[in-house]
């Protein structure tokens, strides 16, 4: 199983990013995928998520109306769209798998596979 997470780089306040994960080495349509972030000297922190198969979105309150979590069935590629970002959106992003009900959707342990992490840099 691998989780491969790219498109981080350095940002100006305002300007967008695009993340995305490709996900490999088994089938995860039941599976809830999520993008969390940490910031240095900060707990990892939850972003976006979504089932693979559809349903609800859910975001973290400091992210909504900027960012759009999706996914591309064909590439098995999630993507994490940034917009409007903020010098406080500067972290280390994350995608991760796992099964999760609606409940537990925000909590980092719920979650057993996990991408290298990629750097987003937001300029001010």
């Known amino acids: 199983v691998q989780l491969q997470a790219s498109g981080g780089g350095l940002v100006q306040a305002g300007g967008s990013l695009r993340l995305s994960c490709v996900f490999s080495?088994?089938?995860?349509?039941?599976?809830?995928i999520a993008w969390f972030r940490q910031a240095p000297g900060k707990e990892r922190a939850f972003v976006a998520a979504r089932r693979w198969s559809g349903g609800p979105l859910y975001y973290a309150d400091s992210v909504k109306g900027r960012f759009i979590i999706s996914r591309d069935n064909a590439k098995n590629t999630v993507y994490l769209q940034m917009n409007s970002l903020k010098p406080e959106d500067t972290a280390v992003y994350y995608c991760?798998?796992?099964?999760?009900?609606?409940?537990?959707?925000?909590?980092?342990?719920?979650?057993?596979?996990w991408g290298q992490g990629t750097q987003v840099t937001v300029s001010s």
């Open positions: 080495g088994r089938s995860f349509s039941g599976h809830t």
């Open positions: 991760a798998a796992g099964n999760a009900i609606a409940s537990s959707t925000m909590r980092p342990q719920t979650y057993i596979h």
